[in-house]
């Protein structure tokens, strides 16, 4: 075997070795890209309905890996983000939300991705 012919199936598995699965709270989502985002949207408010506990949320997320920031000035005061990819897309995985005394006041999530 030559050296060419071994270079494709090493790309291959390195390739691989770099994916990431979608955090569990995406598990099972997917077919048509146009359909992710508002099914993602749809199991989050499902999952933290407004009113319920946002420390709940914070915790939840942390968990599942999901970097949060605060963004001042920002109606939607809270942001979760979690990066998944495979060999051939990226999928961002985001959470939006704002709190009021200690209670998810408004809550969406959006999914975004960029292929090959």
Request: net charge negative.
């Amino acid at each position: 075997m030559n050296f060419p012919s071994l270079l494709a199936p090493i790309c291959l598995l390195l390739l691989a070795g770099c994916a990431t699965a979608p955090p569990p709270i995406a598990d099972g989502i997917h077919g048509l890209f146009s359909e992710m985002p508002e099914k993602f949207d749809r199991r989050v408010r499902e999952r933290f309905p407004v009113g319920s506990d946002e420390a709940r949320l914070h915790q939840e997320l942390l968990r599942e890996r999901f970097v949060i920031t605060r963004n001042e000035g920002d109606p939607f005061r809270y942001s979760a983000n979690f990066a998944s990819s495979d060999m051939a897309c990226r999928i961002d995985w985001t959470i939006r939300w704002s709190q009021y005394a200690g209670k998810i006041a408004e809550i969406t999530a959006t999914e975004g991705h960029v292929c090959l």
